[in-house]
């Protein structure tokens, strides 16, 4: 119930300013008019919200066109600034509605007869703060469907990276079973059949061969793929890394990668967070950082490998000791480091950690 109306947040704030035309009314004599005409205005508003019917959209959309065009030549000019339930319906409820859609072309004849009647019958002043406030309305709205086709389009060209990104998982994994268990089950097939032939021949000593031998075939086999299983769970570092260059030149980022050749040097068991920690920075920079450079640099001081990240986005305003909280947590497991080491042009984060021998 929170969630729904949290979702929904945007349609009700305004909903406020209803209280306006019960305000201005209260002591004319059509005020119970104005009360059922503005009542049926919320009514017919948060149907369009909420129920996706087009019958009743189109009756409810003509009702609030004819409400604000009546109560605004009628008899409050200012009431035109209702027009913003109008574009906030179009913003949020109907973002893929083109410019051309019915629902557009009935608020450029709304604004036609309303912006008419005001330069014909109210003061310059009036009419010009009114064509201010509808151009910022319109505008408004026009900014808003822009962000949100775009954003959109990102969300489904990650989708679709993520997609792919499993289809070739699959696929991997596809083959190793494959290129396993075919072998496997044609060395089992020949086995068999030359335990039959022994069996009928009674040789005992060469059929308990066999047998054995099939044993070993079958724990062997389930060994590989036990194998093959645990390294779908497990990352691979020169596989995440060319994942994530993939992914951010796919978005218009350009990618390089400096000292790949330390990569031996890391531990082993380190190599599965570092895959996750990379993928979270490489994730931030895409999503936030607005960048259109980035570069991963791989380095040894000392003792130390250094890992740093580097992005020509916008960076951070400042920092309040919560930025990077999951990447310097996973560091914490590698009794490591993650420190931004400049907050904008460029942004800078290092992660460094004590190398151990490994120990596998």
């Known amino acids: 119930m929170l969630k729904q109306i949290k979702l929904n947040l945007p349609y009700y704030i305004g909903l406020i300013y209803t209280i306006i035309p019960f305000l201005t009314s209260y002591h004319e004599n059509y005020f119970i008019l104005v009360a059922v005409a503005t009542i049926l205005f919320i009514i017919a508003y948060l149907c369009v919200v909420h129920i996706h019917h087009h019958v009743c959209e189109l009756i409810c959309w003509i009702y609030i066109l004819v409400y604000i065009v009546t109560y605004s030549i009628c008899l409050d000019l200012s009431m035109s600034m209702f027009l913003f339930f109008q574009t906030n319906l179009l913003t949020f409820r109907f973002p893929d509605e083109s410019y051309t859609s019915l629902k557009w072309i009935s608020i450029y004849g709304e604004l036609f007869f309303i912006h008419l009647y005001a330069f014909i019958h109210s003061s310059t002043f009036d009419w ?77 000593v060469k059929l308990k061969k066999e047998l054995e031998d099939i044993m070993y075939i079958s724990r062997s086999s389930m060994k590989n793929v036990r194998d093959i299983i645990q390294q779908s769970y497990q990352s691979n570092l020169y596989d995440e890394l060319s994942i994530l260059k993939n992914i951010l030149e796919d978005s218009s980022i350009g990618v390089v990668i400096e000292g790949e050749h330390v990569i031996e040097r890391i531990p082993k068991d380190y190599r599965d967070m570092l895959s996750m920690v990379l993928r979270e920075l490489g994730t931030n920079v895409l999503k936030h950082a607005q960048a259109t450079k980035c570069s991963i640099r791989f380095l040894i001081d000392q ?58």
């Open 303 to 360: 003792q130390d490998m250094i890992i740093e990240m580097e992005d020509n986005g916008i960076g951070f305003s400042s920092l309040t000791g919560e930025e990077l909280h999951t990447v310097k947590d996973r560091m914490v497991i590698l009794k490591g480091s993650a420190t931004i080491i400049s907050l904008k042009n460029p942004t800078l984060v290092q992660l460094r950690f004590l190398m151990e021998e490994d120990k596998e």
């Open 128 to 204: 010009f703060v009114v064509l201010i406030c509808h151009i910022f309305a319109i505008g408004l709205a026009i900014v808003l469907k822009i962000f949100m086709a775009s954003e959109k389009r990102r969300k489904e060209k990650m989708e679709s990276i993520r997609l792919l990104f499993l289809e070739n998982e699959r696929n991997r994994i596809g083959r190793d079973l494959h290129d396993t268990l075919g072998h496997v089950f044609a060395m089992l097939s020949v086995k068999s059949e030359l335990s039959l032939v022994l069996l009928s021949q009674k040789d005992d």
